[in-house]
């Protein structure tokens, strides 16, 4: 049976089998790099043993770790800074305008909530024609205002007069609640947007570079746990010779 060859590691200096460890073109470029990173006249034809590989297999699992968990907690850090960079408060439209109406105001949207319903188009539909019935035919002997009815068609005008400006003043507040509500709106969509950034920034570090970061490192970790088994049969055979 063959000699098996025998190689210098370059960090002992000492002589190994070559199936005792690994050529530095064999391993991963991020693990030569901090090999030679130590020994700068390192050459990718040189030997290293699994003995020492294992320190730099060690250093690269640590390095990966520490570089997806400072990635994290600097995405971390922009979430924070961008749910306080926005202080503004969200409010409740309706418990705010309730709480500032005056008497005006109430009075105002109550005409205008009784003007714009079935109930006031009857009621008035009613007056209306009894006012015509009574007029028109004398009913009761009552005659106050004949056909063409001109003091109804004044009462008609006068509270047209003042039925428009007070729904007016109903509409001016239902556009302060809408200008109120698109403000929250807008503050809601800016913090839901920075938000989603941020997200898809997390999304974006666990596809490109945590995932593949795993799998390397459990990669390292079968190659290191390979290591310490030969190392462990290594000093059973020893142990019996």
């Known amino acids: ?124 539909s009613l007056v209306l024609i009894v006012w015509m019935l009574i007029n028109g035919l004398s009913l009761f002997g009552v005659h106050f205002d004949p056909f063409p009815f001109i003091l109804l068609n004044l009462a008609l005008s006068c509270i047209a007069a003042i039925q428009a400006p007070i729904i007016m003043m109903s509409q001016n507040r239902a556009a302060d609640r809408d200008r109120m509500n698109s403000e929250n709106d807008y503050h809601v969509n800016l913090k839901s947007e920075h938000e989603l950034r941020i997200l898809h920034a997390k999304l974006d570090n666990l596809a490109q570079n945590q995932i593949p970061h795993t799998l390397e490192i459990q990669k390292l970790e079968i190659e290191i746990l390979g290591q310490i088994r030969n190392e462990v049969d290594s000093l059973q055979k020893d142990k019996e010779i």
């Not at 370059?10 to 073109?25: K, N, Q």
């Not at 470029?29 to 320190?55: M, Q, S, W």
């Not at 109406?101 to 205008?112: E, I, M, N, P, Y």
């Open 1 to 124: 049976m063959a000699q098996e060859q025998q190689v210098t590691c370059i960090v002992d200096h000492r002589a190994h089998l070559i199936t005792d460890g690994r050529l530095l073109r064999e391993l991963d470029p991020a693990v030569r790099n901090l090999i030679k990173g130590e020994y700068p006249e390192a050459k990718v034809t040189d030997f290293i043993c699994d003995h020492h590989l294992l320190k730099y297999q060690l250093m690269r699992v640590d390095g990966l770790i520490n570089a997806d968990v400072k990635q994290t907690n600097k995405i971390n850090r922009r979430l924070t800074k961008a749910m306080q960079s926005d202080d503004y408060d969200i409010i409740d439209v309706n418990d705010t305008l309730n709480k500032s109406l005056t008497v005006g105001q109430r009075v105002s949207d109550a005409v205008a909530r009784f003007g714009g319903s079935w109930g006031f188009i009857l009621i008035f």
